[in-house]
């Protein structure tokens, strides 16, 4: 599961796809036929009479997601505010500057394919046209940013959008209701996990993504996230959680060392603070971020206060 990391990065994928939100008028249309299912991972967190709702999100979509079930519709509407990791339908400048600073080279360095070994250049080029990915898009972007371009295009290859992501749509509601819309991270924060990478990491990093593209392993991933997500396949998402954080190779032990555990506990901390301000809210953040050892609903059970999972 380590490349398809891009299932946690919000603002990375909004500016990747290169696509606008979904406005509410289409949002609510793609409402009225949806069936209602369970999706992700949802749990009920309270402290002192306070509860909040905390639901692991994709950061893509397909209109038959929405409406979500029945509890965590009502939750939303009855909330005071709606933490997300990043709002993806706030300043569009502060995203694109934090992409310039650690996903594109400075200073003339580049291209990306003259990190590689000679022999991956043209697996490279071969994978971009299949993708159709021009080589002018890549051409400032850094390797890292190279292998997650490649993880949402084989989402999108599978059917599925970034204007109908699942926290692009949570926003878009909570700001149509007037509701207070708060941030866990920032996109620059995000960013600089990949962007802190040594050059020779990253071209190791793009080299073990096109391998993945090329043994059908991206695939195969992509695939059993979204079905695990969208069934809410709690036995399934703890394989996951599982084969991620057995994953011995670089982009393995970074997406488990890095933007998992090592993101948990900050994510911990909004919670919590969220839950002790307010009565009623709501977080939503990247499904992975819910199972497995160390997850943020252990860590909360951790500090005392009361976790239930509802499904």
Same mark, same amino acid.
């Given at each position: 599961?380590?490349?398809?990391?891009?299932?946690?990065?919000? =603002?990375?994928?909004?500016? $990747? &796809?290169?696509? @606008?939100? +979904?406005?509410?008028? !289409?949002?609510?249309?793609? #409402? /009225?036929?949806?069936?209602?299912?369970?999706?992700?991972?949802?749990?009920?967190?309270?402290?002192?009479?306070?509860?909040?709702?905390?639901?692991?999100?994709?950061?893509?979509?397909?209109?038959?997601?929405?409406?979500?079930?029945?509890?965590?519709?009502?939750?939303?509407?009855?909330?005071?505010?709606?933490?997300?990791?990043?709002?993806?339908?706030?300043?569009?400048?502060?995203?694109?500057?934090?992409?310039?600073?650690?996903?594109?080279?400075?200073?003339?360095?580049?291209?990306?394919?003259?990190?590689?070994?000679?022999?991956?250049?043209?697996?490279?080029?071969?994978?971009?046209?299949?993708?159709?990915?021009?080589?002018?898009?890549?051409?400032?972007?850094?390797?890292?940013?190279?292998?997650?371009?490649?993880?949402?295009?084989?989402?999108?290859?599978? =059917?599925?959008?970034?204007? $109908? &992501?699942?926290? @692009?749509? +949570?926003?878009?509601? !909570?700001?149509?209701?007037? #509701? /207070?819309?708060?941030?866990?991270?920032?996109?620059?924060?995000?960013?600089?996990?990949?962007?802190?990478?040594?050059?020779?990491?990253?071209?190791?990093?793009?080299?073990?993504?096109?391998?993945?593209?090329?043994?059908?392993?991206?695939?195969?991933?992509?695939?059993?996230?979204?079905?695990?997500?969208?069934?809410?396949?709690?036995?399934?998402?703890?394989?996951?959680?599982?084969?991620?954080?057995?994953?011995?190779?670089?982009?393995?032990?970074?997406?488990?060392?890095?933007?998992?555990?090592?993101?948990?506990?900050?994510?911990?901390?909004?919670?919590?603070?969220?839950?002790?301000?307010?009565?009623?809210?709501?977080?939503?953040?990247?499904?992975?971020?819910?199972?497995?050892?160390?997850?943020?609903?252990?860590?909360?059970?951790?500090?005392?206060?009361?976790?239930?999972?509802?499904?």
């Amino acid at each position: 599961m380590r490349r398809q990391i891009i299932v946690m990065f919000t =603002g990375l994928f909004w500016l $990747l &796809a290169g696509l @606008a939100p +979904l406005p509410v008028a !289409a949002q609510e249309a793609a #409402q /009225k036929s949806a069936p209602v299912a369970n999706r992700g991972a949802l749990f009920r967190i309270e402290h002192d009479g306070h509860v909040a709702w905390l639901f692991g999100t994709i950061h893509v979509g397909a209109r038959s997601f929405y409406p979500f079930e029945p509890r965590l519709m009502t939750a939303l509407r009855e909330a005071g505010v709606l933490a997300l990791e990043v709002d993806p339908l706030g300043p569009q400048d502060e995203i694109a500057r934090a992409v310039r600073e650690h996903g594109m080279y400075q200073n003339g360095r580049g291209p990306a394919s003259a990190e590689l070994p000679a022999p991956y250049r043209p697996r490279l080029e071969r994978l971009l046209r299949q993708y159709g990915i021009g080589a002018q898009t890549v051409a400032p972007m850094k390797p890292w940013m190279i292998a997650s371009l490649l993880a949402v295009r084989e989402f999108e290859k599978q =059917g599925y959008r970034a204007e $109908l &992501a699942v926290d @692009a749509w +949570l926003s878009e509601q !909570a700001h149509a209701r007037g #509701q /207070k819309v708060v941030e866990l991270e920032s996109v620059a924060s995000q960013m600089a996990l990949f962007g802190r990478m040594a050059p020779a990491d990253q071209a190791r990093f793009l080299r073990e993504s096109i391998d993945a593209v090329e043994d059908k392993e991206q695939a195969d991933d992509a695939r059993a996230i979204l079905q695990a997500w969208s069934q809410a396949d709690r036995a399934a998402l703890e394989r996951i959680a599982a084969k991620t954080a057995a994953d011995t190779t670089y982009s393995g032990r970074f997406v488990s060392e890095v933007l998992l555990a090592g993101r948990n506990p900050a994510l911990a901390d909004g919670i919590e603070k969220l839950l002790k301000q307010e009565r009623r809210s709501v977080a939503a953040i990247g499904v992975l971020h819910l199972v497995g050892t160390g997850s943020v609903p252990e860590l909360l059970r951790g500090r005392g206060l009361r976790v239930e999972r509802i499904y």
